[in-house]
């Protein structure tokens, strides 16, 4: 192949041309909470390093990448360009037709959608506070959408909500499948006064039990790995880890 040329194409996407031939893309996206993944993606891999050189040499950093923890071949290309393994995130699926708990005792779970929305959002905020002066948002694998400036709720619906000493203390999100594939846990959060109770086991129950009775026989989880409570928590419901996420970054 000859020398690989590289052209930014727009302000988000690179291209790799060699003999006029296009050999690779990359491109970059901004998460709403500010940070900026990048994909590289080719069909030789002689263009691989000029791709990042040159995204890395036009956009501030650091820039994160996610990959399929198993996929080395990709892996070795992205460490060559300087990214380092950040963290990685378990893939869980779990059987909603378990032996499921009851609430533990002194706890109460609402369905989804029953929740007081005002109550639903400062509990919601509380949580994500204590998040930020922990570990920090970003180090959890529950998913990121846009939201209206100081609103941290995707959908009030989704959540089915833990009650413990006349508290809102506990969420759960799910969300449903549009067909008959697994639902998603997309968080599952208690506030820390109200932690080592059995709200999250009686959150997770309450949500596997809920889809079972709907139809659905499977729901996927992502856990990061050094959360050792979560990880005990899902693989004590029966959870098979099905693969894994590794998150890079270039600092």
Known sequence: ?????????????????????????????????????????VWDDAAFAPLATAMLAALPTPLR???????TGPLAHWERAGFVPERREWEYLLSTAADLPEPAPGVTVLPAGT?????????????????????????MPAEVRPCPPGDTLIDPSLYAVAVHEGRYAGLVRVV?????????????????AHQRHGLGRSLLAHALRALHESGTTTARAEVDQSRTAAVTLLEGFGAERTGHL???VHP
Do not use: C, K, Y
């Open 1 to 41: 192949m000859n020398t690989v040329q590289i052209t930014r194409v727009d302000e988000t996407q690179w291209q790799a041309l060699a003999d006029d031939v296009v050999v690779g893309r990359g491109d970059v996206s901004a998460r709403p909470d500010g940070r900026r993944f990048v994909s590289i993606d």
């Open 65 to 71: 990448t996610l990959l399929a923890g198993d996929d």
């Open 115 to 139: 929740a007081d929305e005002a109550e639903l959002r400062l509990l919601d905020r509380e949580i994500r506070a204590e998040v930020e002066a922990g570990s920090g948002w970003h180090t």
């Open 176 to 192: 449903r499948p549009r067909g008959r594939g697994p639902a998603r846990i997309g968080l599952l959060a208690v506030r820390a």
């Open 246 to 248: 590794l998150h890079l």
